[in-house]
């Protein structure tokens, strides 16, 4: 338990203070007054100002935010807009988009460094041929009698040179399956049921993984490791987003506070590896989530601010708070509706 809080609030906060860094950076760059710079919400546990700016650790560890002055932000704030020159307002659209658009830049090149320190400290992992590195326990793989270092040539009397012809192979074959292997020099033939790869699944596994032989990691292999990982995971979530939109996906297996804080837990004790990559993931889906042009979040101020060039004059403040109040309530429901669901997931046996 105590594991899990401490993974929690470490992951929490690390990825909050990234991201509002990013703003409260972007804001100093473009000199713009930086009102308040809050690590959660709610009254402050500590708090120390400078002349221009409150940095302040709130009650409330589940966000954060850094009030821009001249910015109808999540503090709702009206009163702020005076038209000096060090307010959001007063500045061009770029320097706008630049602000309002650096906190998700600074998740995405976190997530980035996390992945490309672990690539250089682990090297790179490469799958030669079709040898079993592990047979996982309970598979069917394990009670037929197929052995870690035993090479698999074919699968119902297909050939199978790679580790990707093996799983397409095992995949479509069906409930049973006939391989051959080859161990020390000896061949083998093994007849044995296959498993469903989960519930609703028409593919087929045996519970096998591939040996993998490590390499020292290039240069270029960090880069593009730490590269694709940014990138496979925005699109998995576009893809569950799309899901959504299609019906084939639901809200319910969003992970809220609850769901993060079991996962944060579960990947610490795997390891620091897994729990640095754990918050890279966490990182990504932060950002992602939060350029989405939806009121409240980052991107709703950047829709704010590409009408507003367009149009030549500010949006009514008036419509601001009414967009804001009503992104803020639609959040509240939707942190609420997905915590409800960690505690089934949770209680359930």
């Not at 040996?211 to 960090?222: F, G, H, K, S």
């Not at 769901?259 to 990559?277: P, T």
């Not at 889906?285 to 980052?298: E, K, Q, R, V, Y």
């Not at 507003?308 to 939707?334: D, F, H, S, Y």
């Amino acid at each position: 338990m105590l594991l899990t809080l401490a993974a929690f609030i470490v992951t929490v906060g690390v990825i909050i203070t990234i991201h509002e860094t990013g703003h409260f950076l972007a804001a100093r760059a473009t000199r713009t007054r930086v009102k308040r710079f809050s690590i959660g919400f709610g009254p402050a546990v500590v708090s120390k100002s400078t002349a221009e700016t409150e940095f302040r650790l709130a009650w409330i560890p589940l966000g954060g935010y850094v009030q821009i002055a001249g910015m109808i932000d999540e503090s709702l704030d009206d009163e702020s807009i005076t038209g000096a020159p060090d307010e959001f307002m007063s500045k061009n659209v770029f320097q706008k988009m630049f602000m309002l658009a650096a906190g998700v830049l600074m998740n995405y090149v976190t997530a980035f460094l996390i992945i490309a320190g672990l690539t250089a400290s682990w090297g790179i992992g490469e799958v030669r041929n079709t040898t079993v590195g592990e047979v996982i326990s309970g598979m069917p793989a394990l009670s037929a009698g197929v052995r870690a270092g035993d090479r698999i040539t074919s699968v119902n009397g297909t050939n199978t040179e790679t580790w990707e012809q093996l799983v397409t192979a095992i995949g479509s074959a069906g409930d049973t399956v006939a391989i051959t292997l080859d161990r020390s020099g000896e061949v083998l033939t093994l007849r044995f049921a296959t498993q469903s790869a989960g519930e609703g699944s028409r593919r087929r596994v045996i519970g096998v993984s591939p040996q993998v032989d490590v390499r020292p990691a290039t240069a270029m292999d960090v880069i593009s490791q730490g590269a694709s990982f940014c990138y496979e995971t925005t699109v998995g979530i576009v893809g569950f987003l799309r899901g959504l939109a299609t019906g084939e996906s639901s809200l319910s297996q969003l992970a809220g506070p609850l769901g993060v804080a079991k996962l944060s837990g579960e990947s610490a004790r795997q390891g620091s590896g897994a729990f640095l990559f754990f918050i890279a993931y966490v990182s990504v889906s932060i950002g992602f989530l939060n350029i989405l042009p939806f009121p409240a979040l980052d991107g709703g101020h950047i829709v704010y601010a590409l009408i507003e060039a367009v149009i030549r004059r500010p949006i009514a403040t008036k419509v601001k708070l009414w967009m804001q109040q009503i992104g803020l309530a639609l959040l509240i429901a939707l942190v609420v509706f997905v915590s409800y669901h960690d505690i089934v997931r949770i209680v359930s046996p």
